[in-house]
């Protein structure tokens, strides 16, 4: 089956078919883990289908991500650790939400306002919107490049390299020590990198038959039309994934790789040893629970191969 996961302060998180676990490195040097089990949304049939389950893995990054993220800004910050920290409820409901928002606003409306505004000068909508996807790239790349500058966030994109190697360990049966995860590439086919430029690409093709109605119609069509985005977009990183070995998808999918270095750097081999313990950590909860139920955990792993995670 696929792992996957998120780099956090100071740590990573690691998804299974039906759990999380997350690792973080404390202040005095050791490391702190925690692991939940997943509710049927995470883990459930609806994985499964095509397109629907583009948008739950669109929510799950935002919903457990914010929950990762704030249980491992605790432990690295030494607050003492609490067992409801981040678990599920109306705050992390609503910061997911408005996360969602802000993202649909940033990247999507305004982006279309400045394409808008040389609609006079380009005269054609098809062009228009090519443009419109070349400043969503650009205010991508200049986004995420931007805040790698911040030692703080290059910390969580050596994290997210441990985690990629990680996970490139274990897919290859190697031993899970930080000796041969560190042989392994920090770039990894299904990263979330991979996924915001695909989404890029996608965007334009979606919105080129869209065409040139009112301004407002327009921003109204980039914010809802983000989940159809989103499930097409994940549809087509399954797809890179499933033939990642085949020469025209390495050709295809080269952009996206070559992207990863700006969100994942190297790491030392104590980074790596926190990924690894969130690793084994969802590794031990996926065989508990595999022994405990094996029919539900037989089904959530199915739905978890139909539709491994974004990490």
């Known amino acids: 089956m696929y792992y996957g996961g998120q780099a956090v302060m100071e740590g990573v998180m690691i998804r299974g078919a039906r759990s999380m676990a997350i ?12 692991r939940e089990e997943l509710g049927s949304l995470y883990s ?6 095509p397109f629907i389950r583009g948008v739950i893995v669109l929510w799950e990054t935002v919903a457990l991500g914010i929950r990762a993220l704030t249980w491992s800004s605790n432990i690295a910050l030494g607050v003492e650790e609490d067992e409801d920290a981040g678990s599920e409820g109306g705050p992390v409901l609503g910061l997911a939400i408005v996360m969602l928002l802000i993202v649909g606003a940033i990247f999507f409306a305004g982006p279309l306002l400045l394409a808008s505004a040389l609609h006079s000068l380009l005269g054609n909508d098809t062009l228009v ?7 969503r790239l650009v205010a991508i790349i200049g986004y995420v490049g931007g805040i790698g500058f911040l030692p703080d966030v290059r910390r969580v994109y050596e994290y997210h390299g441990a985690e990629h190697k990680s996970i490139h360990a274990l897919e290859a049966g190697d031993p899970l020590d ?7 590439p920090t770039a ?12 890029v690409v996608v965007s334009v093709v979606v919105f080129a038959p869209i065409g040139n109605p ?4 327009r921003i109204v069509s980039r914010i809802v039309l983000i989940p159809v985005i989103a ?4 549809e087509l990183i399954r797809l890179g994934g499933a033939f990642e070995s085949n020469p025209i998808t390495k050709v295809l999918m080269w ?5 990863q270095a700006i969100t994942t750097k190297p790491c030392d081999d104590a980074q790596v040893e926190v990924a690894l313990a969130a690793l084994n950590e969802v590794l031990t909860a996926e065989h508990e629970l595999e022994t405990t139920s094996p029919k539900v955990a037989a089904q959530a792993e199915a739905a978890l191969e139909a539709a491994p995670p974004l990490d």
């Open 188 to 199: 990894h086919v299904r990263c979330g990198t991979s996924f915001l430029l695909t989404v």
């Open 231 to 234: 499930s097409i977009s994940y």
């Open 255 to 259: 952009p996206n790789l070559a992207l």
């Open 23 to 34: 690792a973080c490195r404390k202040p005095d040097g050791g490391i702190a883990t925690k």
């Open 214 to 217: 009112d301004l407002w119609l």
């Open 44 to 49: 459930g049939p609806w994985r499964r289908l």
């Open 129 to 135: 919107v090519v443009v419109e996807g070349v400043i």
């Open 178 to 184: 930080a000796e041969h995860v560190q042989r392994h």
